[in-house]
């Protein structure tokens, strides 16, 4: 059974993302996370929540936090109810035979969450009602 302390709700806004970062890697801290694997949490934590606040919504909204371990790996779940996205439907990575200049822009950060995480899931289902997007990232605890 994972050691999860339930949803936690936060406006989604660029004003709580410190708070949510924070209560993130405390959480973590306290399940064990080592100090080595701090820097992939918090690459993760950013480029998740700041996507949600910056493109999720037209206007207000919130976004739901759960941290859990499970067995060896420290899990985090974000939820909000905007706009769907699927950041594992498409390849991210940036061709090196494809110039600077001709490169989409964006989804570099998100490369980067899909190599240093050892597992990551999309879900677009329920939550509270109405649909949501649902992604859940694990990385090794040590």
């Known amino acids: 059974m994972p ?3 339930g ?3 936060y406006p989604a806004v660029m004003g709580e993302y410190e708070k949510m970062r924070d209560d993130i890697m405390t959480r973590a801290r306290a399940l064990g996370l ?4 701090e820097v992939k949490l918090e690459l993760g934590i950013e480029e998740m929540l700041v ?3 910056n ?3 037209d206007g207000t909204g919130f976004v739901w936090i759960q941290t859990a371990r499970e067995g060896d790996f420290f899990r985090m779940d974000f939820v909000d109810h905007g706009r769907p996205f699927n950041p594992l439907a498409k390849d991210m990575r940036h061709h090196d035979d ?4 001709e490169r989409e822009e964006g989804g570099f950060g ?3 969450v899909r190599e240093f995480f050892d597992k990551m899931q999309y879900a677009y289902e329920d939550f509270e009602g109405k649909k949501a997007n649902h992604l859940s990232l694990w990385l090794k605890i040590k």
């Not at 494809?98 to 200049?101: G, L, N, Q, R, T």
């Open 3 to 5: 050691d999860t302390d």
């Open 7 to 9: 949803w936690k709700e």
């Open 34 to 37: 080592s100090e080595a694997r």
């Open 51 to 53: 996507n949600i606040i």
């Open 55 to 57: 493109y999720a919504y």
């Open 98 to 101: 494809v110039p600077i200049e």
């Open 110 to 112: 998100i490369f980067l």
